[in-house]
């Protein structure tokens, strides 16, 4: 079955500290996807990056960063330089491919207050 | 707006009411599912549509909920003789269906948030 891990409740910081969002998952299946979602107060669910078992390449998109390591089962997520209006509830899924449902797990979220 | 939408946006009723939301996916996305979110969760799976075919369905998904999507574009949730317990928000979302082994990234609507009292 499969099972997504995000450890950190919330994270506290101050503007322009960046700051990193851990997500491990647990899966039987070698072909898997991997997502971020952002839910801001206003609550609609914001899709960030998808990513594939077979594409280990980091991404960066503006101050937005991706590390995904297989080996340890992470797909972590990193904001540079924050600023307040990142403040909010980050989720990362796990979608099991072959032989699994096209359903994702959700993790319970993290939620990031980014102060001025 | 090209978005995912959903209606109504809040839902008060009283306990043992039925009520029905209705959810507009994106127009060219061929797969729709819905999730419930409770304070401080992530979203719950409750069932997936792919065009008109209900796939899944999770065990969360008690007799009382149904969800229908007649001609594959809009869907309904309804919840007959609802408990407080079902106080939540609902949440839509829509993606491409892509072939064997692909997932696709969803895309959200607004939620519809229920109180029963």
């Known amino acids: 079955a499969q099972k997504v891990t995000q450890a950190q409740t919330e994270i506290s910081v101050v503007e322009k500290e960046d700051v990193t969002l851990d997500c491990v998952y647990e899966t039987r299946d070698t072909t898997y996807y991997l997502f971020w979602y952002k839910q801001p107060p206003s609550g609609e669910l914001v899709f960030l990056i998808r990513r594939n078992s077979f594409d280990e390449q980091n991404e960066i998109s503006g101050r937005y960063s991706w590390n995904f390591q297989k080996s340890t089962s992470s797909f972590n997520f990193t904001i540079t330089a924050s600023q307040v209006v990142d403040s909010a509830v980050y989720f990362c899924?796990?979608?099991?491919?072959?032989?699994?449902?096209?359903?994702?797990?959700f993790g319970r979220g993290t939620s990031l207050i980014v102060h001025p | 707006d090209t978005g995912v939408s959903q209606d109504p946006r809040h839902k008060i009723t009283k306990r043992g009411q039925n009520v029905t939301f209705r959810c507009d996916p994106i127009?060219?996305?061929?797969?729709l599912y819905w999730y419930r979110q409770t304070l401080g969760q992530g979203p719950e799976f409750l069932t997936y549509?792919?065009?008109?075919?209900?796939?899944?369905k999770s065990r969360l998904l008690s007799d009382r909920f149904s969800a229908e999507r007649p001609k594959g574009s809009f869907s309904t949730l309804e919840i007959q003789r609802t408990e407080q317990g079902d106080s939540a928000m609902y949440l839509c979302?829509?993606?491409?269906?892509?072939?064997?082994?692909?997932?696709?990234?969803?895309?959200f609507g607004p939620g519809t948030r229920l109180t029963v009292t």
């Open positions: 979302a829509s993606s491409l269906g892509g072939g064997e082994g692909i997932t696709y990234e969803q895309y």
């Open positions: 549509f792919q065009n008109e075919a209900q796939l899944e």
């Open positions: 899924a796990l979608s099991e491919a072959p032989g699994g449902s096209y359903i994702p797990t």
């Open positions: 127009s060219e996305h061929n797969r």
